[in-house]
């Protein structure tokens, strides 16, 4: 072999260790790259774990709380609707009429849906009452049937002295069936306020608890 061929296997030599350092430091560089880059990504999936570990207790909480409240509100209501006359659990909707209610029964629930129709505030208070000549009972309470059954109907005295009778008895104390000063029967209830009148009312009678 000549000293020229010599010089350029020595110089082959020479760049081939080059290339072999740059290699080298190359894949030094990328590793530790790799490793900075999986060490963020532990720190990323330990944040994200710490994350969602406070996101399900918070979330917890926030069932235990809704669930406390629902609670309290069923527990309300049931308490509420245990308090109320068989009148006023018709006319909030809580209990349905029963097919075999009596004739009675329906008027007088009529009559209760139409009370601020017929009835007048006596005395400067709250007390409030219904006479049956005086405010004309009857004919109101034709009405109110008649547009329940879609067809005009005709009352006798005695069917709705009948249908006030029931009307106090419904309302369990709340309301008084008597005869007035000049004779004719009239009903009365002391505090109109203090009556659940409709599914509003009762609505509102839970707000009102629940606050």
């Given at each position: 072999?000549?000293?020229?061929?010599?010089r350029?296997d020595?110089?082959?030599?020479?760049?081939?260790?080059?290339?072999?350092?740059?290699?080298?430091?190359?894949?030094?560089?990328?590793?530790?790259?790799v490793?900075?880059?999986?060490?963020?990504?532990?720190?990323?999936?330990?944040q994200?774990?710490?994350?969602?570990?406070?996101?399900?207790?918070?979330?917890?909480?926030t069932?235990?709380?809704?669930?406390?409240?629902?609670?309290?509100?069923?527990?309300?209501?049931?308490?509420?609707e245990?308090?109320?006359?068989?009148?006023?659990?018709?006319?909030?909707?809580?209990?349905?009429?029963?097919?075999?209610a009596?004739?009675?029964?329906?008027?007088?629930?009529?009559?209760?849906?139409?009370?601020?129709k017929?009835?007048?505030t006596?005395?400067?208070?709250?007390?409030?009452?219904?006479?049956?000549?005086?405010d004309?009972?009857?004919?109101?309470?034709?009405?109110?049937?008649?547009?329940?059954e879609?067809?005009?109907?005709?009352?006798?005295?005695?069917?709705v002295?009948?249908?006030?009778e029931?009307?106090?008895?419904?309302?369990?104390?709340?309301?008084?069936?008597?005869?007035?000063?000049?004779?004719?029967?009239?009903l009365?209830i002391?505090?109109?306020?203090?009556?659940?009148w409709?599914?509003?009312?009762l609505?509102?009678?839970?707000?009102?608890?629940?606050?």
């Open positions: 072999m000549s000293r020229e061929d010599e350029c020595v110089g082959d030599l020479g760049a081939n260790d080059t290339h072999a350092d740059d290699s080298e430091e190359a894949i030094k560089t990328l590793a530790n790259r490793t900075r880059l999986e060490a963020k990504i532990a720190e990323l999936v330990d994200v774990d710490e994350n969602r570990v406070d996101h399900e207790k918070k979330l917890a909480r069932n235990k709380r809704v669930t406390t409240l629902e609670e309290k509100s069923s527990e309300g209501a049931l308490a509420l245990c308090k109320l006359t068989e009148m006023e659990r018709h006319l909030a909707g809580v209990d349905e009429l029963s097919p075999r009596t004739a009675s029964t329906k008027r007088a629930i009529a009559l209760a849906q139409i009370w601020d017929i009835a007048r006596v005395g400067g208070g709250p007390r409030q009452v219904a006479n049956i000549k005086r004309n009972i009857i004919a109101w309470m034709e009405e109110a049937m008649a547009n329940e879609g067809a005009d109907v005709s009352y006798s005295p005695k069917q002295h009948r249908a006030m029931t009307f106090a008895n419904l309302f369990e104390g709340k309301a008084e069936h008597r005869k007035g000063k000049n004779g004719t029967r009239e009365v002391d505090d109109p306020d203090a009556i659940i409709s599914s509003e009312d609505d509102a009678e839970l707000r009102q608890q629940s606050m």
